[in-house]
Nanobody
């Protein structure tokens, strides 16, 4: 089981930016980590992943060129910079390991993009 806290979401106009943060307690942070999202009425989906030392990153197609994942291992925190946001990016965003640790989801942080 993870202990994570996501933050940084909000309401933003299309084209705007947000920076999400996720702090994961304990040794679980040493894993490959990722951001996921659940759009309204849809299944949760992978957004972006990052290796243990941060040198390798992975993105789903909708995130490529607009989102940037990073991590600060001294702070047990990963980030997701969201730029050029679109209404279809509206979702609850979650962090977890990659692959995801089953049944270990936090409350997430809501991102709402208005047109």
């Amino acid at each position: 089981q993870l202990r994570q806290v996501e933050s940084g979401g909000g309401l933003v106009q299309a084209g705007g930016s947000l920076r999400l943060s996720c702090t994961i307690a304990g040794r679980a942070f040493r894993n490959y980590l990722a951001w996921y999202r659940r759009p309204p009425g849809k299944e949760r989906e992978f957004v972006a992943g990052i290796s243990r030392n941060g040198t390798a990153t992975y993105y789903a197609d909708p995130a490529k060129g607009r989102f940037t994942i990073s991590r600060d291992n001294d702070k047990n925190t990963i980030y997701l910079q969201l730029d050029s946001l679109k209404p279809e990016d509206t979702a609850v965003y979650y962090c977890n390991t990659y692959p995801a640790t089953r049944d270990s989801w936090g409350q997430g942080t809501q991102v709402t993009v208005s047109s």
